[in-house]
Each structure stands twice: as structure tokens, then as C-alpha cells.
């Protein structure tokens, strides 16, 4: 089992950043791409960046240009810099992993095997 713990979010004025984290631990091995997801009230949970093991990306449209997903294989961390929030980017976010299959990152829900609990970011107007 791997286990995701994020950490970072928090409340922000718009136009303000965050930068979130999120470390894998367990059974690291084999972790391949990685991803954050955000999960709106009363929305389903979509995708906003991935990251695959040598750093290939992937982003939502609604976020290109303003987050920025990164990684550090050696600490098995995650990162999403996010830049110029927005109050429409309130929402749980939540880091996700899956081990072995690599590949060019998935942009679904059911891509990723693993998830955290989510970390929650309010952007204020």
C-alpha cells in the first residue's frame, strides 16, 4: 500500500498563490505518475496536473499558466505551485499515484491507484 498525505492549502485572497505538497509513503517502489485532482461542492472530482517519473506534464486547461506540478523522486513528493488563484479554483485537492504502469500520465480519476485525504483552498474575491 502506498499512503499520500497532502499539505499546503489554506485560505488566499485572488491573485494570491499556494503551493501544495504531497508525500508518498509505504510501498514507494514503483511509483510512477502522479497527479493532483480538486473536487469542488457538489461538482465531480476533476483533473488539474500530472507528472510523470522522468517530469513529463500534464494540464486542465483552466490552470496552464498558473500551476505549475513538479516532483522530487528521491523524497517522493509531489508539488502544485499555484499561481493567480482564482476564486473558481476553490475546491478539496487531492494528490493521487499509481505504481508500475507509467506511461504518458493519465488525466482521470481511474488512472491512479492511490489517493490522499485532500487538502482544502479557498480563494477569496
Known amino acids: 500500500q502506498v499512503q499520500l498525505v497532502e499539505s499546503g492549502g489554506g485560505l488566499v485572497q485572488a491573485g494570491g498563490s499556494l503551493r501544495l505538497s504531497c508525500a508518498a509513503s509505504?510501498?514507494?517502489?514503483?511509483?510512477?505518475?502522479m497527479g493532483w485532482f480538486r473536487q469542488a461542492p457538489g461538482k465531480e472530482r476533476e483533473f488539474v496536473a500530472a507528472?510523470?517519473?522522468?517530469?513529463?506534464?500534464r494540464y486542465a486547461d483552466s490552470v496552464k499558466g498558473r500551476f505549475t506540478i513538479s516532483r522530487d523522486n528521491a523524497k517522493n513528493t509531489v508539488y502544485l505551485q499555484m499561481n493567480s488563484l482564482k476564486p473558481e479554483d476553490t475546491a478539496l485537492y487531492y494528490c493521487?499515484?499509481?505504481?508500475?504502469?507509467?506511461?504518458?500520465?493519465?488525466?482521470?480519476?481511474?488512472?491512479?491507484?492511490?489517493w490522499g485525504q485532500g487538502t482544502q483552498v479557498t480563494v477569496s474575491s
Open positions: 509505504g510501498r514507494t517502489f514503483n511509483i510512477k505518475n
Open positions: 493521487a499515484c499509481e505504481r508500475g504502469r507509467g506511461g504518458v500520465p493519465g488525466t482521470t480519476v481511474s488512472a491512479y491507484d492511490y
Open positions: 507528472i510523470s517519473w522522468i517530469s513529463s506534464t
